[in-house]
């Protein structure tokens, strides 16, 4: 009988954590645009790692990126800061 459970390394590698300033490399924003982002619910959340650590998961950036409109799209949307 087939599942479509995903195989153990797949599961780690869509769960592989990254640092902000990983996060800070790809995408195009400052650290306290992001934490406004993060905060209005517009930007996946951090896990919290440790007492001081926090890391996001890379696939959650990486749709999250892959959302974004393209330039030149009609539905383009800028990305501000704005609340």
């Given amino acids: 009988m087939h599942t479509n459970q995903q195989t153990p390394t797949a599961a780690l590698l869509s769960r592989k954590m990254i640092r902000m300033a990983d996060v800070l490399k790809i995408v195009p924003a400052t650290r306290q ?48 800061d704005e609340h």
């Fill in 33 to 80: 645009t992001l934490y406004r982002w993060i905060e209005n619910g517009r930007f996946p959340k951090p896990v919290k790692l440790g007492d001081s650590v926090i890391g996001f998961c890379e696939a959650e950036v990486i749709a999250w990126l892959d959302a974004r409109p393209r330039a030149g799209q009609k539905n383009e949307t800028p990305m501000s």
